[in-house]
């Protein structure tokens, strides 16, 4: 048991930089949390993002129309499930919920959703190759 509570500690604080970097807006240091080859998409893509350069510029793109609409989003992650594969791959599954603020005004929780990643070691840890996002509000 007890190195299954490490290998969980280690994705929860992964994905813990991860979203930090997004909500700080640092996209190239998000991106470098995927493979160079990653791949992102789910039911609110026509086609999944493929890259890093491509997830760095979509999560530009997204906060962009943030912040002229005057939100900020918090990103939050939780109820994740680990399953170690043969390969030395980990299978993660987990419920994400953003957190909506309009500027001088109050949070509303939107957009709940079904995270499953495939998660791949590094050399400084874990990185995300691919990532399918399912939307509660969409089909």
Do not use: N
Request: charged share 25%; glycine share 12%; proline share 4%.
């Amino acid at each position: 048991m007890g190195a299954d509570v490490d290998l969980h500690t280690q994705v929860e604080m992964f994905y813990a930089r991860h979203m930090q970097l997004l909500g700080d807006e640092d996209f190239e240091g998000w991106a470098r949390t995927f493979t160079e080859d990653a791949t992102f998409g789910g039911s609110s893509h026509s086609e999944p993002l493929r890259g890093r350069a491509a997830i760095a510029d979509g999560g530009r793109r997204g906060q962009q129309v943030l912040t002229d609409k005057g939100l900020v989003h918090r990103r939050w992650l939780g109820m994740v499930t680990v399953d170690p594969r043969q390969d030395g791959s980990l299978a993660v599954r987990s419920y994400g919920v953003v957190v909506q603020t309009e500027r001088g005004g109050g949070s509303v929780p939107v957009r709940p959703a079904v995270f499953e990643d495939l998660l791949v070691p590094s050399q400084d840890g874990w990185l995300i190759s691919q990532r399918v996002i399912s939307r509660d509000d969409q089909p």
